[in-house]
């Protein structure tokens, strides 16, 4: 992997942080490439299953091949009654995006469903009392070549459980210390979703 790694104590148990990469251009830095990574030890899943009725699903997996490498986001959602649900994976990190405008990913959808969310924190709040901030992207699957999609920092909204917190304070760029990748049902907006899905990622960068 281009990005370097730490280990730090939380909770009593030794986490990797993900660093950010060295692999920049001046206009871009390369946050995760999956096409050289040797593993996805520091990815976690952060799905429904965290409250008693979640039953929904993620996980994050390399697909390495003869010929290339990449990682696959497979997801399941099972809608709650209430119209809930969320499946996702998330990592740990040190990131500095403040001199960047986008992250932009490289990446393939296919399966149910293609609206995604990019879910960050910053200054190490970690508590479920905190807000997330979070940004929507799509990425249809009736494309069959993989896609370029750029996602603004400025899209960056806080939302805590799904809904968005309008007073909430701004998305500190200069230090993102959690990033995550969702699907979800979309219980508060226009967008329902659910079933199985799949998005493979060969890249996520920083952007200006």
């Known amino acids: 992997m281009s990005s370097g790694s730490s280990l730090i104590k939380f909770m009593g148990l030794a986490i990797g942080i993900i660093l950010l990469s060295d692999a920049t251009n001046g206009d871009s830095i390369t946050l995760f490439d999956f ?34 490498q990449r990682a696959i986001l497979f997801t399941l959602l099972n809608v709650l009654p209430s119209g809930a649900a969320f499946a996702g994976m998330r990592t740990r990190v040190s990131f500095d995006l403040s001199p960047y405008e986008n992250i932009t990913i490289t990446c393939r959808a296919q399966g149910n469903n293609s609206n995604y969310k990019i879910v960050l924190r910053h200054e190490n709040l970690t508590s479920n009392a905190d807000p997330t901030y979070e ?42 210390t959690m990033f995550g990748l969702q699907m979800y049902a979309g219980v508060y907006l226009p967008i329902k979703q659910s079933g199985v899905s799949s998005l493979e990622i060969d890249t996520i960068s920083a952007t200006s």
Request: proline share 4%; glycine share 2%.
């Open 35 to 68: 096409t050289t990574i040797s593993n996805l030890d520091n990815w976690s899943e952060q799905s429904d299953t965290v409250r008693t009725v979640g039953k929904s699903k993620a996980t994050l997996v390399l697909e390495t091949t003869q010929v290339f």
């Open 135 to 176: 940004a929507f992207f799509e990425v249809p699957t009736l494309d069959k070549e993989f896609q370029t999609v750029n996602i603004p920092l400025t899209d960056f909204k806080a939302y805590f459980r799904g809904q968005e917190v309008p007073n909430a304070k701004s998305l500190n760029t200069a230090n993102i």
